[in-house]
């Protein structure tokens, strides 16, 4: 059995993070990060090999700030017919096109949002994976992609905008969701699919945490910065669940209630407080975990 039910999914639907087929585009400072971790780089002004044309199956797109502000794609994107994962910053989204891309990771550091959004339904049909990863609360993911193809993988920000939700409303294939800077919002209410994967993070207080209990089908569960009071008892009303990671929470109670949850095998609590205490500790140490790390809860 995978307890690592949260990595094995995030590589499933972005991936392939490793092996051959993996190139960035772009300056030596700009890719060193990727070539470091084996990526062929390609000149941002240059072009792929001939041989590497059909080799190439991940892409990262990392200009610098001079040649993003031209916010051109690179010519040869059309003919890389093997491209699946495709890695760039906002403003180059929005002529992009493609049929068989398969994930997609849209960066934004400077809050900058293309001229308009990029209509993945008919620019990326194929499209089932999509990373909205921000610093900033605006532009949304609206703002930047949308309508969205019927996704298996999401991960945005929601920062209370009605328009997220909605496009959570229409996404009844979804398989793993990511949420940050959630606030109060209770989400549930949003959702159309069955989730096997979630991960909510940047709460406020009065967050709905017992609202997890109506997501049945959940089998990994990532919390991170919730500053709502998490009852563990609510993670005995997923019968699925093997995997449970909790970070920078400090109101969890109830934590004996994780050893009546039957699957779950994956337990990793950090910077929350310590919940468990001396004796929780070595109760749980002595559970029979696959996976379990508290001792930094």
């Given at each position: ?53 059909a080799?190439?199956r ?16 690179p ?27 398969k994930?997609l ?13 990029l ?48 496009q959570?409303e ?10 940050a ?61 093997v ?32 919940p ?22």
């Amino acid at each position: 059995m995978t307890v690592d039910v949260f990595g094995a999914s995030r590589e499933r639907h972005l991936g392939p993070f490793d092996g051959d087929g993996i190139f960035c585009v772009g300056n030596a400072d700009e890719c060193d990060h990727l070539t470091e971790d084996g990526a062929v780089r390609i000149p941002w002004r240059g072009r792929p090999r001939p041989d590497d044309v059909a080799r190439i199956r991940s892409l990262a797109l990392c200009p610098t700030t001079a040649q993003l502000s031209r916010a051109v794609l690179p010519a040869y994107l059309p003919d890389l017919v093997n491209l699946r994962s495709l890695t760039l910053p906002a403003p180059l989204v929005a002529d992009l096109t493609s049929p068989t891309l398969k994930s997609l990771v849209v960066h934004n550091a400077d809050g900058r949002a293309p001229t308009a959004p990029l209509a993945a339904d008919t620019a990326l049909p194929g499209l089932r994976a999509l990373m909205w990863v921000t610093s900033c609360t605006a532009p949304r993911l609206p703002q930047v992609v949308g309508p969205l193809p019927p996704l298996e993988f999401l991960r945005t920000n929601v920062s209370g905008a009605a328009a997220v939700l909605r496009q959570l409303e229409n996404l009844p294939s979804l398989w793993h969701l990511e949420l940050a800077d959630l606030k109060n919002v209770d989400v549930v209410d949003h959702l159309a699919a069955p989730l096997r994967v979630l991960e909510i993070g940047g709460t406020g207080r009065d967050f709905p945490v017992d609202r997890i209990a109506a997501i049945p089908t959940l089998e990994a569960l990532r919390l991170n910065g919730v500053r709502a009071e998490i009852d563990c008892a609510v993670f005995t009303a997923l019968p699925d669940l093997v995997q449970l990671t909790v970070l920078n929470s400090k109101r969890i109670v109830n934590v004996e209630a994780l050893l009546e949850c039957p699957k779950l095998a994956n337990v990793v609590v950090v910077d929350c407080g310590n919940p468990f205490g001396k004796e929780g500790k070595a109760l749980f140490e002595s559970h029979g975990f696959a996976h379990l790390s508290i001792d930094y809860a």
